[in-house]
């Protein structure tokens, strides 16, 4: 069974950078599928902020890119959002997901992270 | 603003049908395929509907998709108290290059 683990600071300083991690079990980043960051701000919908090949080929949210950068970590399993220039916009929770490399669906979605941007 | 557009909120009585539309452009559902995903109060969202209108296994036959052009659409029969949650579409878009979402639709069971 294929597992998701976000983690990372649950409280982050306006103007500072957010790094979270994604922790896969169950499989392996280097399969043909992509890898995911989605978030969810307090009572709004979901926001897709980019996502990551085993490669490193990256795609990104053309809103979100001047900030955001995905990277992958193949000997830990794992991938990774960084994001900079916080402001309390960027509040949220923050889920990683696996995307199907041909039909584009999340099919496994980590449980999610509350990131909280504090002045 | 959404790139994919949907209703806020439907609403419908235990054992009735409700369908969720989500209008998009060639650029997304016009030209490539639609997922929908179900999230429950507090939960993640939870893939409910895949290249259009595939169901993952696991998931009852009441709920069913559809694509038509530029828009798509979720049918949920035989509604059930358990069916209030949220609903997203979503797809990829080539012209953006990047994934995108609906704005999601709240779904009242009365």
């Known amino acids: 069974q294929v597992q998701l683990q976000e983690s990372g600071p649950g409280l982050v300083k306006s103007s500072g950078t957010l790094s979270l991690t994604c922790v896969i079990s169950?499989?392996?980043?280097?399969?043909?599928?992509?890898w995911s960051w989605v978030r969810q701000s307090p009572g709004k919908g979901l926001e897709w902020i980019g996502d990551i090949y085993h490669s490193g080929t990256t795609n990104y949210n053309p809103s979100l890119k001047s900030r955001v950068t995905i990277s992958v970590d193949k000997s830990r399993n794992q991938f990774s959002l960084k994001m900079t220039s916080l402001t309390a916009a960027d509040t949220a929770v923050y889920y990683c997901a696996r995307v199907n490399n041909f039909y584009y669906y999340m099919d496994v979605w980590g449980t999610g992270t509350t990131v909280t941007v504090s002045s | 603003q959404s790139v994919l557009t949907q209703p806020p909120s439907v609403s419908a009585a235990p054992g009735q049908t409700v369908t969720i539309s989500c209008s998009g452009a060639?650029?997304?559902?016009?030209?490539?395929?639609v997922s929908w995903y179900q999230q429950l109060p507090g939960t993640a969202p939870k893939l409910l509907i895949y290249e259009n209108n595939r169901r993952p296994s696991g998931i009852p036959d009441r709920f069913s998709g559809s694509k038509s052009g530029t828009a798509a659409t979720l049918g949920i029969t035989g509604l059930q108290a358990g069916d209030e949650a949220d609903y997203y579409c979503?797809?990829?878009?080539?012209?953006?290059?990047?994934?995108?979402f609906g704005g999601g639709t709240k779904l009242t069971v009365l």
């Open positions: 169950g499989d392996s980043i280097s399969s043909n599928d992509w």
């Open positions: 979503g797809s990829w878009d080539s012209s953006l290059s990047s994934g995108v």
């Open positions: 060639y650029s997304n559902i016009g030209n490539n395929y």
